[in-house]
């Protein structure tokens, strides 16, 4: 292959034009309605965004110069303060996330092992996404709840007092 710090390819190129290359590493010009019709759209005078999810497989790795963007504020990368965000372009956090997340999963594949409610001034379920209170520990029964008022339930979703125990200590 040919290398150099930048190659012009005299023939084919134009506005609305993409640079596409075949198995054997030949490139030509496409227009974007010869690549998916109604699947790509131009945004700005250097940069497309699909329209839909079709085929858009990368198998390649890159080094970015600046940050960069994903959808409208889907994945944002701020390299400058080494953050990245999901569902923000004002990362505040090495990872800030804007909505509900999991992580990992517990033995039943559909509930994380841990879970953020961004909802109602935030709460946390451990092995549940069926919150009782600021953080609630348990699968289909909660075995610790701690509600906003600083009370504490074991075994009980809804603590009457400070500490509130359903059945026998001991």
Same mark, same amino acid.
């Given at each position: ?13 134009? %506005?609305?034009?993409? #640079?596409?290359?075949? !198995?054997?590493?030949?490139? /030509? *010009? ?8 109604? =699947? *790509? ?5 250097? !940069?497309?965004?699909?329209?839909? /999810? ?8 890159? /080094?970015?110069?600046?940050? #960069? ?10 390299? =400058? ?16 996330? *804007? ?24 709460? %946390?379920? %451990?092995? /549940? ?25 074991? !075994?009980?979703?809804?603590? =009457?007092?400070?500490? !509130? ?6």
């Amino acid at each position: 292959g040919v290398q150099a710090p930048a190659i012009k390819l005299t023939t084919g190129a134009g %506005i609305n034009n993409v #640079l596409t290359s075949d !198995a054997n590493g030949f490139g /030509t *010009w496409q227009t974007l309605a010869t690549l998916a019709p109604n =699947s *790509w759209e131009l945004i700005t005078a250097n !940069a497309l965004r699909p329209t839909t /999810t079709v085929g858009i497989i990368v198998s390649a790795s890159s /080094t970015f110069a600046g940050d #960069l963007t994903v959808g409208n504020e889907d994945l944002f990368i701020d390299i =400058s303060e080494n953050r990245v965000a999901v569902a923000t372009t004002s990362p505040r956090y090495v990872l800030d996330v *804007w909505g509900d997340i999991g992580f990992g999963t517990s033995t039943d594949t559909n509930t994380p092992a841990l879970y953020v409610d961004s909802g109602n001034g935030g709460r %946390i379920g %451990i092995g /549940t996404t069926t919150l009782a209170g600021l953080l609630t520990v348990g699968t289909s029964t909660p075995y610790l709840v701690i509600d906003p008022l600083g009370k504490t339930g074991i !075994a009980s979703s809804t603590p =009457s007092s400070q500490l !509130a125990v359903q059945g026998n200590i001991t």
